[in-house]
C-alpha cells in the first residue's frame, strides 16, 4: 500500500509569484485535506476535497486554492505569495469523508523571500 | 470558533516515570478528540482517539467535557516515547477538519 507522497520536498519562491503543491493520495483514499504547519506550531486546516469538490475551507484567503483530480490526487496553488506564506504544507488523505483516521504526507518546505 | 491549547511546549521526563501532556480545548458542542504524535524523521500520525477508549502503545486519554480537556497519559514513559505530541479537535464526525494545537515535544531521558 502506498503512502501518501507529496511533491517538492522543498521549494524557494519570491514574493509575488505562485506556487502549485502536489498531493497524491493514499491508494484507495478519496478524500485530501490540506493544512499549513508555520514554524514551532501545530497544522492549521487549509481546506479539504471530497471526490473532486471542495468540501469546506479554513481561515484562508482566496489566493490558497486548490484542486482534486479523478485519481483523488490534489494540488494546492497558492497566489500572490507573501513572506507569512513559509511553512510547511501537509497533505493527508483519508479512506472517504467519514473515516476519522488522516494518513499525513512528509510536506512540503515552501520558502518565501 | 474551535482553539486547542496545549500549554507545555517541552516536556522531559525520566524513563519508568510517569507522562501527562496537557491538552484543553473550547468548543460549545461536542467534539471528538485526537492525538497525533511525530516520532524522529517520521510522518505525523494517529496516536488515539477518545471515542475509542483504547490504550494504544500504553497511553491513554480521557475526554473530560466538564473541564474541557483531554489530556494524554502514560503511567510508564519510555525512550521510544520521545516525539512531538499534537491534541487535535474535530467538530463534525460527518467529515474530519482539524483543528490542532501547538504540540509539546517529549523527551524521554535514560
Known amino acids: 500500500e502506498t503512502g501518501v507522497t507529496q511533491s517538492p520536498t522543498h521549494l524557494i519562491k519570491t514574493r509575488g509569484q505562485q506556487v502549485t503543491l502536489r498531493c497524491s493520495s493514499q491508494s484507495g483514499h478519496n478524500t485530501v485535506s490540506w493544512y499549513q504547519q508555520a514554524l514551532g506550531q501545530g497544522p492549521q486546516f487549509i481546506f479539504q476535497?471530497?471526490?473532486?469538490?471542495?468540501?469546506g475551507r479554513g481561515n484562508f484567503p482566496p489566493r490558497f486554492s486548490g484542486l482534486q483530480f479523478p485519481n483523488y490526487s490534489s494540488e494546492l496553488n497558492v497566489n500572490a505569495l507573501e513572506l507569512d506564506d513559509s511553512a510547511l504544507y501537509l497533505c493527508?488523505?483519508?479512506?472517504?469523508?467519514?473515516?476519522?483516521?488522516?494518513?499525513f504526507g512528509p510536506g512540503t518546505r515552501l520558502t518565501v523571500l | 470558533a474551535q482553539r486547542v491549547t496545549q500549554p507545555e511546549k517541552l516536556l522531559s521526563v525520566f524513563k519508568g516515570a510517569p507522562v501527562e501532556l496537557k491538552c484543553n480545548y473550547s468548543?460549545?458542542?461536542?467534539?471528538?478528540l485526537f492525538w497525533y504524535v511525530q516520532y524522529s524523521r517520521q510522518r505525523l500520525q494517529l496516536l488515539l482517539r477518545h471515542i475509542s477508549r483504547e490504550s494504544i502503545k500504553g497511553f491513554t486519554a480521557d475526554l473530560n467535557k466538564g473541564e474541557t480537556s483531554f489530556h494524554l497519559k502514560k503511567p510508564f514513559a519510555q525512550e521510544e516515547d520521545s516525539a512531538m505530541y499534537y491534541c487535535?479537535?474535530?467538530?463534525?464526525?460527518?467529515?474530519?477538519?482539524?483543528?490542532f494545537g501547538a504540540g509539546t515535544t517529549v523527551t524521554v531521558r535514560a
Open positions: 487535535a479537535l474535530s467538530v463534525s464526525t460527518n467529515d474530519y477538519k482539524l483543528s
Open positions: 476535497y471530497y471526490r473532486e469538490e471542495e468540501n
Open positions: 493527508a488523505s483519508s479512506r472517504t469523508l467519514l473515516a476519522h483516521e488522516q494518513f
Open positions: 468548543y460549545s458542542g461536542s467534539p471528538e
